[in-house]
């Protein structure tokens, strides 16, 4: 009986001893100050990356934008050589009007066609009449139909010769239109407002088809994603507030709203549905920077920087002091 209450005590200790460790890990681990309708979860600033590449092979010329550079959306960043393109355009062009010329030589030839036609069927109409009146002989007035025959098979000859100098224009034209493009594509164009991230190249530098120069950095959809569990991601709605703490900037707030909510759990099955396992399902959030606070503000708009976004559950619940919005200036 003794020693069953000194195993009895020995456990009960025990368990004393891991409640206040626990109690004490808890108390000093767990961020301070932090209410109770206010989670927090650790993400990095992410933003979309686009790469401004070239369409063609060729030769860098300018490279008009440096690295930190803010950019708007069709500015031109960079422009390739196009000295061999305007040769070509300038042939193509050259072509066009060469079309254009056989088209109105080959215009004025069924104009000459369509005349002697018309002389030789006046002329076959008056000897089938002198024929009629026996004073021409049968050979004169086949002579004569043969005539008309010869002309129409001209004049179609002139029609088909018109035809092609029509498609020999719409080719020259195309092709025209084509290098034209190619002399359009190469002045390298932001297809976004953003910034520069990395500059790839320099001027001189040969690129191949889809080399890249530019990267820039879409400050209009700056975010940070975060997971939360259940109890804390359902109680959140699009657009409720947020705030962005950084580890490199820790003396700043920066406000966000909550963009997206998975409608899906993640890490844990769905189809498990015991309570201790659902405690376990993990929600992504995304909160979303307002690009307008971005303006100007290159330090705090450089994606893979860790921080901490906090998210409010409840409009009722205040932002603590250090939570408030401070933005750099």
Known sequence: MIQFNRK?????????????IAVFTWHYLREPGLPAGIASGNGRLEATEVDI????AGRLAEALVREGDRVEAGQVLARMDVRELEAELRQAEAQVKQAQKQRSAAAAVIAQRKSEVALAEKNVARSRELYENRTISLEQLQRSETTVQTAQAALAAAQAELAHADAAIEAAVARTQTVRTRVDDSALKAPIPGRVLY????PGEVLAAGGKVFTVLDVSEVHMTIFLPTMQAGRLRIGDEARIVLDAFSQFTIPATVSFVSPEAQFTPKEVETRAEREKLMFRVKVRIDP???VGRNEIT???????TYVRLGTDVAWPERLQVRMPP
Not at 9 to 15: C, H, N, P, T
Not at 199 to 202: H, I, M, V, W, Y
Not at 302 to 308: H, R
């Open 8 to 20: 009895t005590a020995a456990v009960a200790g025990l368990v004393v001893v891991a409640s206040v």
């Open 199 to 202: 500059r790839l190249a320099e």
């Open 302 to 308: 450089k994606a893979g920087i860790p921080g901490v």
């Open 53 to 56: 590449t070239t369409k063609f």
């Open 292 to 294: 307008a606070l971005l």
